[in-house]
């Protein structure tokens, strides 16, 4: 196959996918011979893999530099996990702020970001805020490229980010750590598409823009094709793959770089096994596992982060039906509504965001040696449910799901809790409610219902800072026809729970919008080797690579902010190497 005939291709559907290796195949015999000792099927200057936020924005971006580009997409489907997602997108300093006159200045910025994303090596007297020099620069990259990526692809028409917005909840949506001092800019950085913004048509619209300025290019996009092997020559320089497409080998070269954009590694159980704390189920898409991480293992590649992950609480009756999840329970409904452990005892706000919240999961008790808080148990009552019913992990008013237990005084339900750990215990490692549990968590209700009259939580700081707020009221919006009034108690996210009930759990386990820790990349997005030096010709972006802003998820749009930004940076050097 002749370059010139494979940039006459269109987009391929999954059904002419096999035709064509078949033709590729024959044609590859008319190319002299890889290093692999077969010819090269398919040719291209930048080679694109995964379809998603990174991979599209890196091949929108080689392709407006006049690369050669070609899209490699393992799945029947196009976009990935960023199709399904509300495709808000967090960037530093972009167009819109700066219009307003905000000055999103880069040393504040950083601040922010190192202090979330990295709070242990944070020291804001270092040149390099505690990072080493590579974590510092890819970070500082993130700073000084988000925004030109953004204006890039509104100068190219790719996404219409001309029509782009603040992502807003009842005003511009206020960052995850908007408390922060050192975050100066705690709202107005998320960015949304025009087109469905707001709704999980957004990450469709941005996936389908990506795509559709692609098909204008005429780049050739493939479906079910999945990178299977890295190949490089004998300076080590990757200079193109082996792909399994059909149930048939080929062989792609890529001049300039191949760029992987592949997703997390959520539904490979072996790798969260190995390098997570538990992971029970992601709403992340089945592309996700994690593919990139021997291939570039293999490549010599230095792993960042592995560990790290986008996090989630999932309603485990889901997860343990289905590891793949509709959803994520990311803002819990409710204001009647709380979190306790197997003890009976609240363990977090639980009004937080969903990534840092996951993480009261994970805590050791080295004098029981257990993990208390391993599954969380959401408590409500019927106000919430009624109230705020429809919003995730609360049914349709009216409606039930199996996952819902009901009890209509506390300890009806809290035998009901008891009893579905027992049925589960094979797969959560036996949990079980510890003997005390009812007489402590009456307690934590009754203390909570205190709480609630005063608008004050001394605990866990719950509705102190703007975002519990903000975003409470974007996911619990009291519902039209709800026979519950308005929330009269002085702090609009704590209601007390009433006096008799029915009463309600939801039990929930840690899970992922998708893992976040792979390939240790550098401020160009090159993968770096073992020593430190770059792998020539390869590069990552998206949750493929160690997550550029560490454990931190800025704020909404806290992926897909990054994995455009790092595509764009990808796509450029790769186009200009
Ligand atoms: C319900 C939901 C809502 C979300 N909302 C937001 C949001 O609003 N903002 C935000 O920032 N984040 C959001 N997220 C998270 C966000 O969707 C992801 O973090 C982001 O889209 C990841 O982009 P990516 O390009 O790295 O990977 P993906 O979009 O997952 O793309 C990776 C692609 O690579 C393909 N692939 C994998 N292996 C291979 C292989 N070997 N060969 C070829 N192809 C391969 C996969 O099939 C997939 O299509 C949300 C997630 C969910 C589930």
New binding site residues.
């Given amino acids: 196959m002749t370059a010139s005939k494979i940039g006459r291709r269109q987009v391929l559907a999954g059904a002419g996918v096999a035709a064509v290796a078949g033709m590729t195949a024959a044609c590859a015999r008319e190319n002299g011979s890889s290093p692999t000792g077969e010819g090269w099927d398919e040719e291209c200057d930048v080679l694109c893999?995964?379809?998603?936020?990174?991979?599209?924005t890196a091949a929108v971006t080689a392709a407006a530099e006049g690369a050669k580009v070609l899209v490699?997409?393992?799945?029947p489907v196009?976009?990935?996990?960023?199709?399904?997602?509300?495709?808000?997108?967090?960037i530093f300093n972009h167009f819109l702020l700066k219009e307003q006159g905000i000055e999103d200045r880069k040393e504040d910025a950083l601040k922010y970001a190192v202090r979330y994303g990295y709070s242990r090596h944070y020291d804001p007297s270092s040149p390099t805020l505690g990072l080493d020099e590579t974590r510092y620069k890819v970070i500082e990259a993130f700073y000084d490229n988000g925004s030109v990526a953004i204006d890039r692809l509104r100068e190219l028409d790719a996404v219409q980010f001309k029509q782009f917005r603040m992502f807003q909840v009842d005003r511009p949506a206020p960052d995850y750590a908007d408390h922060l001092p050192e975050n100066k800019v705690p709202t107005g950085r998320c960015l949304e598409p025009a087109v469905g913004s707001g709704s999980?048509e957004?990450?469709g619209s941005l996936?389908r823009q990506l795509l559709a300025y692609l098909e204008k290019q005429k780049t050739p996009v493939m479906l079910e094709?999945?990178?299977?092997k890295i190949i490089r020559d004998e300076d080590g320089k990757v200079i193109g793959v082996r792909?399994s497409q059909g149930g048939k080998d080929i062989h792609i070269r890529a001049r300039k770089g191949v760029i992987f954009?592949?997703?997390?590694y959520s539904h490979n159980v072996a790798l969260c096994d190995m390098h997570q704390p538990f992971v029970y189920g992601s709403?992340?898409?089945p592309?996700?596992?994690g593919?990139?991480i021997p291939l570039a293992q293999e490549a010599g590649a230095m792993m960042g982060d592995l560990g790290y992950a986008?996090r989630s609480q999932v309603v485990l009756g889901e997860a343990l039906a289905n590891r793949g999840v509709g959803?994520?329970a990311f803002v819990l409904p409710g204001d009647s509504m709380i979190l306790v452990n197997k003890y009976g005892k609240r363990v977090v706000n639980e009004k937080r965001d969903y990534n840092d919240r996951t993480q009261a999961h994970f805590p050791y008790d080295p004098a029981h040696e257990e993990y208390p808080n391993h599954l969380i148990f959401m408590l409500f009552d019927e106000r919430s449910l009624d109230a705020f019913g429809g919003a995730f992990p609360f049914p349709a008013p009216g409606a039930s799901q199996p996952y819902m237990l009901k009890g209509g005084n506390w300890d009806e339900l809290f035998g009901k809790i008891d009893a579905q750990l027992r049925e589960w215990s094979g797969k959560t490692g036996g949990v079980r409610l510890a003997s005390g549990f009812a007489e402590t968590a009456k307690q934590t209700v009754a203390t909570y219902n205190g709480y609630a009259r005063n608008g004050v939580d001394p605990d866990f700081n719950r509705g102190k800072y703007d975002y519990d707020k903000a975003w409470h009221m974007l996911f619990s919006a009291r519902r039209e026809g709800t026979k519950y009034p308005e929330n009269p108690f002085p702090n609009p996210v704590m209601h007390p729970f009433a006096e008799t009930g029915p009463y309600y759990a939801i039990i929930l386990g840690p899970g992922t919008?998708?893992t976040a820790g792979g390939p240790q990349v550098n401020e160009n997005a090159q993968v770096l080797a073992a020593n430190g030096e770059p792998i020539p010709g390869l590069y990552g972006?998206?949750?493929?690579i160690a997550a550029p802003t560490g454990q931190a998820y800025l704020g909404?749009?806290?992926?897909?902010?990054p994995?455009v930004t790092f595509?764009y940076i990808a796509g450029k050097h790769a186009a200009n190497s």
């Fill in positions: 893999v995964g379809s998603g936020a990174a991979g599209g490699l997409e393992k799945m196009l976009g990935g996990t960023t199709a399904k997602s509300g495709g808000v997108c967090w999980a957004g990450g996936a094709t999945a990178v299977t792909a954009g592949t997703g997390g709403c992340s898409l592309g996700s596992t593919d990139f986008w959803w994520g919008l998708d972006a998206g949750n493929c909404a749009g806290g992926t897909i902010g994995a595509g």
